[in-house]
């Protein structure tokens, strides 16, 4: 059974920096995509980052040079850590594995709130 558990959430300052981890099940992990995305009231989830396999990293406009998604194979965890946060950053954030055939597991979500 497939676990995604996301981790780091909470209420920060415009401004303030966060850390956000992601714990997922797998031997293979490191075989794996994995991607941090978020869902704000009202909006669609939308990809924030993502890594692949090999290291290579992809984000979203509105947070390069801000965010950095990073994973580390040996414990299975797939950190994103956020600077600079702004209010609309605001978002209930999801971890996310892609397996085979496109098939996506995703975690409960943490929350991140930035206030003005």
């Known amino acids: 059974q497939v676990q995604v558990v996301e981790s780091g959430g909470g209420l920060v300052q415009a401004g303030g920096s966060l850390r956000l981890s992601c714990a997922a099940s797998g031997r293979i992990f490191s075989m794996y995509t994995m991607g941090w995305y978020r869902q704000a009231p009202g909006k669609q989830r939308e990809l924030v980052a993502s890594?692949?396999?090999?290291?290579?990293?992809n984000y979203a406009d509105s947070v390069k040079g801000r965010f950095t998604i990073s994973r580390d194979n040996a414990k299975n965890t797939v950190y994103l850590q956020m600077n600079s946060l702004k209010p609309e950053d605001t978002a209930v954030y999801y971890c996310?594995?892609?397996?085979?055939?496109?098939?996506?597991?995703w975690g409960q979500g943490t929350q991140v709130t930035v206030s003005s």
């Open positions: 996310s594995q892609r397996r085979a055939d496109g098939i996506y597991y």
């Open positions: 890594i692949g396999s090999g290291g290579s990293t």
